[in-house]
């Protein structure tokens, strides 16, 4: 059984920081390409950033230059860092695992966390 369990939300003011961890259990962890999805009020589910293997990232444009997704392998781990957060950064933040590459576009794979939710005061 897939489990994918997020930590390290909260509440931080604009221009501040948070990171993201997302625990992975019951795949072969380095083999899949993960990412972090978020999900504001009212608005579709979006590609935040990928990571394909261990170097390979592809980033929204929102969050280009201000956050990086990094992956610990042996410890199944992926990870979120971000930094200079803004109000229009405030979502549930979602990690998914078993997603590709398809030309320029990444698609999700087939398994969610339960999503931690980020708010940015300002």
């Known amino acids: 059984q897939v489990q994918l369990v997020e930590s390290g939300g909260g509440l931080v003011q604009a221009g501040g920081s948070l990171r993201l961890s997302c625990a992975a259990s019951?795949?072969?962890?380095?083999?899949?390409?993960m990412s972090w999805y978020r999900q504001a009020p009212g608005k579709q589910r979006e590609l935040v950033a990928a990571i394909i293997r261990d170097t390979y990232t592809k980033y929204a444009d929102s969050a280009k230059g201000r956050f990086t997704i990094s992956r610990d392998n042996a410890k199944n781990t992926v990870y979120l860092q971000m930094s200079s957060l803004k109000p229009e950064d405030t979502a549930v933040y979602y990690c998914?695992?078993?997603?590709?590459?398809?030309?320029?576009?990444?698609?999700?794979?087939?398994?969610w966390g339960q999503g931690t939710q980020v708010t940015v005061a300002s």
């Open positions: 998914n695992a078993g997603g590709r590459m398809l030309g320029a576009t990444y698609y999700s794979g087939n398994y």
């Open positions: 019951g795949i072969i962890f380095s083999v899949n390409a």
